[in-house]
């Protein structure tokens, strides 16, 4: 990109940052949500796969106007799109020619060219839907149909995934097309320098990570501060010259964004809000965390203080204060004040009863390290705000990091209704349509397989306790292995994966692991897991971004068998750990096996679970049918919990930003 045009575009995204709408339309209320509600249903409708499917027809029809054309005729085709679309002139049928140029195009170039239900996924994609397409269907490829109308409509397309290992992978893949069509892809990645994340945001798609995108959005916010229009962001660059405060921007608006993995990121992550911070601390407020921890070990609980299970939350008893006020007596200025002590212990509370080591975090080189619950992959450019973080350092007795200020924060649930266009693509979100919908106005269409599914979903083993769970787990493993046939063990945390990698070396089962200590051959791991009597124990497998696919007569003996360890809050969850077996049309099965023991039930249903274990063994097996709707029962009162908190934090930022608002309106 020459100097001159790059400049040009600079002070383009300068505006388009200016223009950008900060504020989003609350949710609707009463009468105004019972409205809404009819209309996503009405738009689902409207929004069919079979009415997608039809168009798909359409453009496999016209398939051989494009296969007879030499490259340099092909390339012509592609860049009189190019201007049709630039120019907004195309229309409706104009839209499946451009289908059917862009497929032969990824044909030549990578080899691949869509199926119709890929192209139908375009289609849905392009109406602003969320496209359901099972594990292994080809969802990157259905993208970049889409993205290469983005990038032709002239004012940039961010494709957004779960990490910066897929963002490279996918924009040098998938860029191949994007070139011959006229195109600019590039990526973003942690650590990228600004310049290169200027021009990567000024090339025609973008492929980066929810964090890193609206990391940047928010930073550019600060940036701008309260600068109102064009002409004071030139005056300034008069003033200052390109180095100064205007020529810092590196984003040019929120125009479209495609969102893989599209529950994960817009439905899961969402009541993680994205905070941009900078260190405060000193030596003084470190110390008082370690003599935070000192007192958290004095307390007993049902003594000093009460859990709550369901809802993660710590009461201190009067007792429990009497104690904590006697013990911090000359322990300096800081626990003289009641409310600031008792916050301060209630946080460590926290940490000790409720994060734990091996699930939510790990140490590594000793630091503490948050594990992504939903990919299970390491975090490490992110900690827990209000001094959790520090309590838990604290807790595990490593160096602790002072607090950080916070500058600005924005959720990514109202992150994403910034974009002026969304879609979004993912093996499972048809339990969330709803929620889609009311957030976000996104219908969810289901997209069939291109060949019939082939899973056998094998009746559920519901354990007494944990021990008996993972022995039938074991047992069960060992049986596949005899056949021959590859086993994948989902688990929920680090230390659970672990112990039954310990139970299973112990039975003399070679086996691959996983998680988030054992990450870094992860691509090579889930490659594997499909040869011939492999066995891999991996901790959750949202977004891993890499197929499973079957080894030689592997298919002959049955295909990939899958088990669920340990059920998610989310059905979606599990269903995408499912759909890791029998992809494509191959054959393969799984099966759940779970314990009353289990975190889910324990926090969701209890005393039902009690209720249930009585009289049974611990490696009994309990009615199959009574327990699948214990573990459903729970599913959906954890769903209804979590759809409540992710609505409290749209609320909270929609709040935040209308009394400490930084970035004005625009």
């Not at 201007?83 to 499946?96: S, T, V």
């Not at 996924?121 to 109308?149: I, R």
Request: charged share 30%; proline share 2%; glycine share 10%.
């Amino acid at each position: 990109m020459s100097e001159e045009i790059f400049m040009i575009d600079k002070i383009s995204s300068e505006w388009m940052m200016l223009s950008q709408r900060f504020d989003s339309k609350p949710l609707p209320k009463g009468a105004d949500a019972g409205y809404n509600s009819v209309l996503g249903q009405f738009k689902r409708l409207s929004a069919r796969s079979n009415v997608f499917m039809k168009r798909a027809e359409n453009v496999l029809a016209l398939d051989k106007d494009y296969c007879d054309l030499s490259d340099g005729k092909l390339r012509e085709k592609a860049l009189a799109f190019y201007e049709l679309f630039r120019c907004r002139q195309d229309k409706e049928d104009d839209l499946e020619r451009a289908f059917a140029c862009i497929r032969e195009v990824a044909f030549r170039q990578i080899g691949e060219k869509p199926f119709a239900v890929q192209i139908a996924g375009a289609f849905a994609l392009d109406n602003g839907c969320v496209a359901e397409m099972a594990t292994g269907e080809g969802k990157t490829l259905m993208s970049s149909m889409v993205g290469t109308l983005g990038g032709w409509r002239g004012k940039g397309c961010h494709v957004i995934t779960v990490n910066d290992y897929l963002a490279k992978r996918d924009a040098q893949w998938m860029g191949k097309i994007y070139k011959f069509c006229g195109l600019t892809a590039k990526h973003i990645e942690q650590g990228m320098d600004h310049r290169a994340r200027q021009e990567a945001y000024m090339a025609d798609l973008t492929y980066c990570t929810n964090k890193e995108v609206a990391a940047d959005f928010l930073r550019d916010r600060i940036t701008l501060g309260q600068m109102k229009g064009l002409s004071s962001v030139l005056l300034k660059r008069i003033a200052n010259g390109d180095d100064g405060f205007a020529g810092q921007v590196v984003q040019r608006g929120l125009n479209y964004a495609i969102v893989d993995e599209a529950d994960s990121i817009l439905i899961d992550e969402a009541v993680t809000p994205l905070i941009i911070s900078g260190s405060k601390g000193n030596d003084q407020q470190v110390e008082i965390y370690r003599q935070g921890a000192e007192l958290v070990g004095l307390l007993k609980v049902n003594e000093d203080y009460a859990i709550n299970e369901k809802y993660k939350e710590i009461e201190i008893t009067d007792a429990g204060k009497r104690k904590i006020a006697n013990e911090a007596e000359g322990m300096g200025q800081f626990w003289k004040a009641v409310r600031r002590r008792n916050e301060m212990v209630h946080q460590g509370l926290v940490a000790r009863e409720f994060f734990i080591k091996g699930k939510q975090y790990v140490l590594d080189d000793g630091k503490v390290v948050i594990v992504d619950e939903f990919t299970g992959r390491l975090m490490p450019d992110r900690s827990w705000r209000e001094g959790l973080h520090q309590a838990i350092e604290a807790k595990e007795n490593v160096e602790i990091n002072p607090p950080k200020e916070t500058f600005a924060r924005i959720s990514f649930q109202r992150f994403f209704r910034l974009y002026k266009k969304l879609s979004g693509m993912t093996g499972t979100a048809w339990e969330a349509r709803g929620e889609l919908w009311q957030i976000y106005k996104l219908p969810v269409v289901k997209i069939k397989t291109n060949r019939p599914c082939r899973r056998e979903i094998r009746p559920g083993v519901v354990t007494a306790d944990k021990q008996g769970k993972w022995q039938r787990i074991v047992d069960e493993v060992s049986e596949i292995h005899k056949t021959g046939r590859p086993v994948l063990v989902g688990t929920r945390s680090v230390k659970a994966s672990e112990y039954l990698s310990e139970m299973l070396t112990g039975r003399g089962l070679r086996h691959e692991v996983l998680n988030a200590v054992n990450h870094k051959a992860e691509a090579n791991i889930v490659a594997e897991a499909g040869q011939m009597s492999m066995i891999t124990v991996a901790t959750n497998m949202a977004g891993r971004g890499t197929d499973i696919k079957l080894g030689r007569g592997v298919a002959d003996l049955g295909g990939l068998h899958v088990i669920v360890s340990e059920l998610h809050e989310s059905g979606r969850i599990d269903r995408q750990l499912l759909g890791r077996g029998a992809r494509q049309g191959d054959p393969g099965s799984g099966q759940v096996i779970v314990s009353l023991e289990d975190e889910l039930v324990q926090r969701n249903a209890g005393r039902l679970a009690r209720y249930f274990s009585r009289g049974n063994s611990a490696d009994s097996k309990v009615a199959f049918g009574l327990d699948l709707r214990l573990f459903k029962f729970s599913q959906r009162r954890a769903e209804r919990h979590s759809h409540r908190r992710r609505k409290a934090v749209l609320k909270t930022d929609s709040w935040l930003d209308e009394q400490l608002g930084f970035a004005g309106k625009s």
